[in-house]
């Protein structure tokens, strides 16, 4: 089970962590990916870290990490702009290396959070 938090407010040009913490089972063995879906859009993969700690950009700069003894997994935001507006999700995969950023490649998904860039 996932569990997508740290969504908010921030103003352009600011920060934020997003955070995607496991539980039941580790999420070490798993590449975890984050996606997000803004109003009226599609969802869309953002970036990805694979099991070795590499990242993937499906779309953009966010990069993410990983801290194994917590069993969770970040996205680094910086420089966010109102078109970052969405619900972020992560999700993780079977793959040990990211795959292509595609929903079907992810079986295990977290509910959301909601990120809003605005002045």
């Known amino acids: 089970q996932l569990q997508a938090s740290g969504g908010g407010l921030v103003q352009p040009g600011g920060s934020l962590r997003l955070s995607c913490a496991g539980s039941?089972?580790?999420?070490?063995?798993?590449?975890v990916g984050w996606f997000r879906q803004a109003p009226g859009k599609e969802r869309e993969g953002v970036s990805c870290?694979?099991?070795?700690g590499g990242n993937t950009f499906y779309r953009g700069r966010f990069i993410v990490s990983r801290d194994n003894i917590k069993n969770t997994v970040y996205l680094q935001m910086n420089h966010l702009t109102p078109a970052d507006t969405a619900i972020y999700y992560c999700?993780?995969?079977?793959?040990?290396?990211?795959?292509?950023?595609?929903?079907?490649?992810?079986?295990?998904w977290g509910q959301g959070t909601l990120v809003t860039v605005s002045s």
């Open positions: 999700a993780a995969s079977e793959y040990s290396d990211c795959p292509p950023a595609m929903e079907s490649l992810y079986e295990y």
């Open positions: 039941g089972s580790t999420l070490e063995t798993y590449a």
């Open positions: 870290i694979s099991v070795t």
